[in-house]
């Protein structure tokens, strides 16, 4: 069922919004001609801190990485600079360590090149992401920061808000 304001007929302000399945014509009747319009929904606005928890959302969820769903929060990147910190020191338990991404996926990461390629990733989706974030803040108005397209780093921010319009 539509809603219809009912305005001041004075003013012209809204006094009412009412649920009304009939014939506009009985609100004509009881409101006065010109004195109700069909309700619209006022368009959302966007704030910096929209974008700010988006940006965190994206950075949990973390990125694809060679063809695998990786984390790429703060807990699982900091796991891959340990795992780089046991090859610097030689330490025999990092030489060979086995993990399960959320997908399932069994990983060997059994050179230092795995990992740091691994690690140099996240940390550069991340360092993206925060770049971007703050890019999008910057814009008036803020857009919607659930759109993918924004948040898409082989495109610059300008492309992506062209793709928008």
């Known amino acids: 069922m ?3 304001d ?3 007929s004075d003013t012209g302000e809204v006094e009412n919004t009412i649920v009304f399945d009939g014939d506009t014509k009985w609100l004509e009747e009881n409101f006065g001609e010109g004195n109700w319009r069909l309700y619209e ?3 959302r606005t966007f704030e910096a801190t929209d974008v700010s928890e988006e940006a965190e959302r994206r950075i ?14 703060l807990e699982s990147v900091g796991r891959l600079s340990e795992m780089l910190d ?10 060979k360590v086995e993990a399960v991404t959320a997908e399932g996926v069994l990983l060997v990461l059994d050179t230092r090149e795995k990992v740091q390629a691994l690690y140099h990733a996240a ?3 991340r360092a993206g992401i925060v770049t971007r974030s703050a890019q999008i803040q910057q814009l ?3 857009p919607d920061p659930s759109q993918d397209i924004l948040w898409d780093l082989t495109k610059t921010l300008p492309e992506a808000m062209e793709e928008l319009s």
């Open 2 to 4: 539509p809603d219809y």
């Open 6 to 8: 009912i305005l001041n």
């Open 41 to 43: 929904e006022p368009p």
């Open 60 to 73: 949990e969820a973390g990125t694809r990485i060679n063809g695998t769903q990786f984390k790429t929060d």
């Open 86 to 95: 046991g090859f610097d020191a030689e330490l025999p338990e990092a030489s």
């Open 123 to 125: 940390i550069k989706y």
């Open 140 to 142: 008036d108005p803020v």
